[in-house]
Structures are given as C-alpha cells and as structure tokens.
C-alpha cells in the first residue's frame, strides 16, 4: 500500500518540541511531510493544494479560538471533499479546553477552581513529549494553478504599511521560495518590540527560570512589579505560549517539578506560576464554552450588562458586534483617543500606554491600571474598545486571555469587586516612588521632581520651567514642544461617578442576553444620561448598514455601476426609515 503523504499546518504552534499533533503526523510514517505555514484568508489555497500535491492526509493543532474553529471548519470540509483525511489534535493549553467544558456539564468555566475540578475528571496534564530527531523531506510543490487574491478592500492594517504588501505576489511568497514573509515584504515599518521569538529563544528562557529554583517555586504574582524592567518581574513567557514556541505543558512539568523538590515555603495557586498557566486555561476553556458570543456583552449570558460609553455596533440578524462603535458621547470618545494615544495626562498610564504601543507586551498589573482606567475606574468607556486595541498591540495577544481579562477588569464576569478601583497616582507610587518608568516612557517628565512625576498639573509654573516642561493643552491637538497635556479630568470626581454608576448597574443586573438589552428598552431601568454615568442616546441603524455598507464602498471603490445604483436606491429607503433610538 502507498505511504501517507502529508500536510502538516503549522498554525499557533510554531515549535517541535510537544507537538501532538506534529507526532501524530509522524506516526503515519509518512512517504513525504510538507510542513507548511499560510494565511488563507478565504480558504481558496488549501482545495488547490489538495489537486496539486495529492497529499492523503492533513494534520493540525486544534485551534478554539471563535475565529479560528469556523476556518478550521472551512477547511476540514474542503479536505474531506477532495478525500483528504483530516487529523486534529489539542495542544495548545494544559487540558483539551473542549474536554474541560465537557466535563464541565458544557458550560464555561468562570473560576480556577472549576478549572481545577474539570481537568481532575480528566487526568494529570500530560507530560510532553519530545521533539523528533528528524522530519521526513517535502514532496513535490508545484504551484502552477491559477491564484486567488485575497479582498483587499478593508485593509485592517492599513494605518501601519508605509509599502506596499508584496505577500501575495506570488502563491510560494514574494520570492517564489515559500519562505515566511518579512514585514518589509508586507509594507510595514521595521519591528519596534525589542522581544524576539522562536523556539530555540523560548526554550533558553525556560531554562533560565528554572535555574532560579527560589524565584520559581515562591513566585507569587500579586507582589511582582509593573515598573520593573531589565529584567522584568515576570518571566515575559506569553508572547512564545501564544504563538506555541513553548509548550505550556513542559513549562508546567517543569515549574512543578522545582516546586516540589522546593518544599515547604513554595507559592501556591493562583498567585503560584502554576496558578498563572491555569488561568490561561480558565479562560480558553470559558471561550470554547460560549465561541463567538464571549468576545462580547451582547447574547453572552455570563457578562453583566454595563450601560459604557462608545457600544459596539451590532448586527441585527446574529447579535455579533460589527468591529465599529456608536459615539454616544463625544468626551468619552477624547478621553479613549487619548487613553490610546498616552497623552491623558496621567504620567502613569501614559508611560504604559506607550510602552505597549512600543512593545506590545507591559506587565499584568500595568494591563491592569490601564484597563480599569478606560472601564469602571476613569472613563467609563466599554471594555471591547480597550481590548480592540489590545488586540492591536499585544505580541502576546491570546483572544480568550485578552478579552477573559478585559471581562475581569471590567467588572463584569469572573470578578465582581469593583469598588477596588487602581488609582493612576497611588497605585504607580507604591512600585516606583522616583517614578523611574514615567521618565522612561515619558521623557518630556524627565527632570520632573519626584514629587510631582505622578501629577505634574500640580507643578508650580518656576518648577515647570525647571524641569523644562509646561503642563498644557490636550494632546491630541498639535503638541508645542517641550509640553505635557492637562489631565483629561479630575479622577477622584470620576471614581465616584463610575462607583456609584457601577453600583446602580449591578443593582439592575442584566447580562449580555437579556432580551432588554437586545432589544434597547434596557434604558428604562436606568437613570438618564444626564443625571447618571449612563450611555447617551446615540441614533442607530441597528445595524443594517453594517454589512450593505461595506459592499456598498468596494462597489463604490471599484466605479461599479449597479453598486452606485443600488446606493442610490437605499439612500431613498434610507430617508423613509425614521430614525430609530436605542
Ligand atoms: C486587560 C488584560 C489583557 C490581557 N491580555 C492578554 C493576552 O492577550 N494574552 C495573554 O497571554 N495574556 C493576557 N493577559 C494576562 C497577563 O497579563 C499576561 O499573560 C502576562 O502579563 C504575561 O506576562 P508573563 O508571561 O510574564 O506572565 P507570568 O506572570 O510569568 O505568567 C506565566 C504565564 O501564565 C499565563 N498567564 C499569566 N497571567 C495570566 C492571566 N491573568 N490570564 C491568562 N493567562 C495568564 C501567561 O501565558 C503567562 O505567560 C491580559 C491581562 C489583562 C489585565
């Protein structure tokens, strides 16, 4: 009988060390291996590979992710079409998440407890395996079939390409040799993040804690610092974890094994490193349960209803959010342009904000100060703009994990303390008194007195002048050198506003699928926007143009004649449908 011939598809699990499903491609002792890395964003490449290549066989890593089950699906049933045989085996947390919702009783695990309880109904976390000594070769790669482009018409990254993006020039890549495009061939800028990647990086970092046996066993997270680089408090493992460069079972083997030869004195969950992993796992299992509705408030059952500032646009037909955001309130959009853009006025947040725009990663009690800030504790601005643009930022950024933390901070599943607001003076004072890391991130602070580094607005104008800064304007308009913005507003007045705002809301106690908050008529249970911190009335289309919209532009864009009719003739609908407010 002819030997297997394989696609291996390296997704999320860029390593070969613990590669269940790599091992389960080589148990087909197969004639030929091609390990292949592809963006396919709309699933054409794989059925024409599938022609060209005649593979038997493909494997990957289970991938639980919302986004990433319905492509995998895609592409499972493209496979099973041309009698492709598919192989998927989990990997990428401690417990097949899927296998701890199930013994769950199906539903999304809220507390490391429950985790803890679910993952013993199944087992010990399994020991990895190692990696192979060798790979079998590729077999033939002909690519002489005619290539599909991707849409390009809403370019999500188009505000970071200074060039154009060569990565679909060719289908083996700019340069035809199948190599991973660099970020000059996909138009960007040079990296500004000064971590690196890869496996042999991640296993070497590893290494390094594990050396540290008291650091390692006594780690407890809570006393770890958000100001403290060079190194850093934490073992910054997250960004490898996320792209699979490093098993999270061989880290957790490995912890364990040091923990217990420690004894007596060693940390515990969840504060432990153990407990750290396990909340990774909490939240990956949390999304398995609920898919697509857990990145959001609408339709998930288990996040609380908080009435925030700048919503989400929803389609009407599914409830999913659209990617934009009504503006019900022109101020909160200023105070998240200027969260986003590290010019609130707040030295702390500021110097974190720009760390992560810089770095992509700051630390835990850093993401923290930054999202209580946007949320419950300062702006009162909806926790899914925060985590769109952690998104955006984060070389670390693990859907379940952002938006399970996002959750959290805010206040509206897995914790529910929120009259523990972080404050943007006090809070960076007791890590960082001289506040080192605002000068770092901040440098107009540079040569301010320590006693003002965390609230430069209460320089006196001689000490302004000293430090050579003025503490003026608003940031986002046009910066006069030499210049720190005013803060956006007075804290402690907006820590009580969202307290007593946030006290109502629970007292109310909707989640994000109650029919009254589907349907709008939430609003009658709250105060008015202007006695209360309550979202303001913003005119909606509930979200009909959400989709037609988008068409409507490419149509637009490409000078089609039936899209400017069809424009033309919802334009006309449009003026009949009186405005409708939520
Ligand atoms: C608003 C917000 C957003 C976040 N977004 C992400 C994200 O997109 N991706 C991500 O991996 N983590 C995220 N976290 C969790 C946490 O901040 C990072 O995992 C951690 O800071 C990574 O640094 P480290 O590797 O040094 O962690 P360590 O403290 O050394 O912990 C070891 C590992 O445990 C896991 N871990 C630790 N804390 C958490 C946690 N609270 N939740 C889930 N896993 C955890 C990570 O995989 C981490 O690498 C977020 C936290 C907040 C508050």
Not at 273 to 284: A, H, S, T
Not at 305 to 326: A, C, M, Q, V
Not at 375 to 389: I, L, Q
Request: charged letters at 25%.
């Amino acid at each position: 009988m002819a030997k297997p011939r394989v696609i291996y598809w390296f997704r999320t699990d860029l390593r070969l060390h613990d590669s269940p499903a790599l091992q389960a491609a080589l148990d087909l002792e197969p004639d030929v291996l091609w390990p292949i890395f592809t963006w396919d964003p709309h699933y054409t490449l794989f059925p024409k590979l599938f022609k060209a290549w005649k593979p038997t066989h493909l494997v990957f890593e289970k991938d639980t992710d919302a986004y990433a089950r319905s492509r995998d699906e895609a592409v499972a049933k493209a496979a099973q079409e041309a009698g492709v045989k598919v192989i998927v085996r989990s990997g990428r947390t401690l417990w097949d998440s899927d296998g701890i919702v199930e013994k769950h009783g199906g539903k999304p695990t809220m507390s490391i407890t429950q985790l803890q309880a679910a993952g013993k109904k199944i087992g010990p976390v399994a020991r990895p395996l190692p990696a192979p000594e060798s790979l079998p070769d590729p077999g033939d790669m002909p690519v002489d079939f005619e290539q599909h482009f991707p849409d390009k018409s809403r370019d999500f990254n188009a505000g970071y390409r200074s060039e154009k993006d060569t990565g679909y020039n060719a289908i083996a890549g700019p340069n035809g040799d199948f190599a991973i495009e660099t970020l000059e061939e996909l138009g960007f800028s040079p990296a500004t993040t000064p971590h690196r990647g890869g496996e042999s990086i991640a296993l070497k970092a590893l290494d390094e804690l594990i050396k540290n046996k008291r650091y390692t066993a006594t780690f407890e997270k809570p006393k770890t610092s958000p100001a403290q680089f060079e190194p850093q408090s934490t073992t910054l493992l997250s960004p490898f974890f996320h792209f699979g460069a490093l098993s999270v079972r061989l880290f957790y083997w490995r912890v364990h094994e040091v923990v217990e030869s420690f004894g007596k004195g060693a940390s515990t969950p969840p504060e432990s490193l153990i407990g750290q992993v396990l909340f990774r796992d909490m939240y990956f299992a949390a999304q398995a349960a609920l898919g697509q509705s857990f990145a959001q408030t609408a339709t998930n059952a288990y996040c609380r209803f908080i009435p925030w500032h700048l919503p989400s646009k929803r389609n009407p037909e599914t409830g999913f959010t659209t990617g934009d955001y009504h503006i019900d309130k022109p101020e909160a959009e200023e105070w998240f342009q200027r969260w986003k853009a590290g010019v609130t006025g707040f030295p702390w947040i500021d110097a974190l904000m720009r760390q992560l725009k810089q770095e992509g990663w700051i630390h835990h009690l850093g993401r923290h100060s930054v999202a209580c800030f946007l949320t419950r504790g300062g702006c009162y601005v909806d926790w899914e703009r925060g985590a769109e643009v952690f998104e955006e930022w984060l070389i670390d950024h693990e859907p379940a994990c952002n938006i399970g933390n996002w959750q959290w901070l805010a206040c509206v599943a897995f914790f529910t303390q929120y009259f523990r607001c972080y404050s943007p003076i006090t809070f960076g004072q007791k890590w960082d008194k001289n506040g080192d890391f605002i000068r770092r991130w901040v440098p107009e602070l540079k040569k301010v007195k320590a006693k003002y580094i965390y609230e430069p607005w209460k320089m006196p104008l001689l000490d302004q002048k000293q430090a050579g800064v003025r503490v003026t304007g608003d940031g986002l308009s046009e910066r006069q050198e030499g210049s720190y913005p005013k803060p956006m507003f007075d804290f402690n007045e907006r820590r009580s506003i969202c307290l007593s705002a946030m006290k109502n809301a629970y007292a109310v106690g909707l989640h994000g699928n109650d029919e009254k908050v589907l349907d709008g008529t939430w609003r009658s249970l709250f105060p008015s926007p202007d006695e209360a911190e309550v979202m303001g009335e913003y005119e909606s289309d509930y979200g009909e143009n959400a989709d037609i919209g988008d068409e409507e532009d490419r149509e637009k864009l490409d000078g089609d004649s039936a899209g400017i009719k069809r424009a033309a003739r919802k334009n006309s609908t449009d003026a009949k449908i009186k405005k409708q407010k939520t």
